[in-house]
């Protein structure tokens, strides 16, 4: 199973543009067995998916974000990541990477970052 | 409000077997088949159960998952103080186009 380590500043101010880099060791983001995930969990509450990206650029966005999600692939770093624009107090959460085993809709999140708390306040 | 539903707490004693159910009120949700996770307080959360019944390496038979119609179901036996978490389901959801959630269940050894 790969490592995932999750990366990015932990303070964003409203409005302004959240950035989260994961990077995965012990395998290689260009595997066709796998897409990457970003999942979120505010604080005290439930997991939310992000979206899925996979290492040829294909995304997948929870329709609900869609509108504030770019998610891309780096193969030459080992490396994924997120922006999530136009942040306010609600999108402060703890931020996980994860790697999908398996196709997109039948897929499981088989390793997951240890995650990181990404705070919205000016 | 999560479109998998699952009981917000459940509750065992040591070496009781426990159930915790995911509904998805619709077949598409429970067709593209359901994943549970385990999460501790400060961690991660864990891949316990993938494929409605399949077991990683590692994750002792204690946990096994199953369907049935539109709602899935988890299932602890030989319950330990260790197995105190909140435990999620997660299945693609054909409607939404993405992955969904259960709402979480906080499981509690007496």
């Known amino acids: 199973q790969v490592q995932l380590q999750e990366s990015g500043p932990g303070l964003v101010k409203p409005w302004e543009t959240l950035s989260l880099t994961c990077t995965v060791s012990g395998g290689s983001i260009s595997s066709s067995s796998y897409y990457w995930d970003w999942i979120r969990q505010p604080p005290g509450k439930g997991l939310e998916w992000i979206g899925s990206?996979?290492?040829?650029?294909?995304?997948y966005e929870n329709p609900t974000l869609k509108s504030r999600v770019t998610m891309s692939a780096d193969v030459s770093k080992n490396q994924f990541s997120l922006t999530l624009s136009s942040v306010t107090a609600a999108d402060t959460a703890v931020y996980f990477c994860?790697?999908?085993?398996?196709?997109?809709?039948?897929?499981?999140?088989?390793?997951w970052g240890q995650g990181m708390l990404v705070t919205v306040s000016s | 409000q999560s479109v998998l539903t699952q009981p917000p707490s459940a509750s065992g004693t040591p070496g009781q077997r426990v159930s915790i159910s995911c509904s998805g009120g619709s077949p598409n949700i429970i067709s593209n088949t359901v994943h549970w996770y385990r999460q501790l307080p400060g961690s991660a959360p864990k891949l316990l159960i993938y494929?409605?019944?399949q077991r990683p390496s590692g994750v002792p038979d204690r946990f096994s998952g199953s369907t049935a119609d539109t709602s899935a179901s988890l299932a602890i036996s030989g319950l330990r103080s260790e197995d105190e978490a909140v435990y999620y389901c997660?299945?693609?959801?054909?409607?939404?186009?993405?992955?969904?959630f259960g709402g979480g269940t906080k499981l509690t050894v007496l």
């Open positions: 494929r409605n019944n």
């Open positions: 997660a299945s693609w959801h054909d409607m939404v186009s993405g992955l969904v």
């Open positions: 990206v996979y290492y040829t650029g294909s995304t």
């Open positions: 994860a790697s999908k085993r398996g196709g997109i809709m039948t897929g499981y999140e088989e390793s």
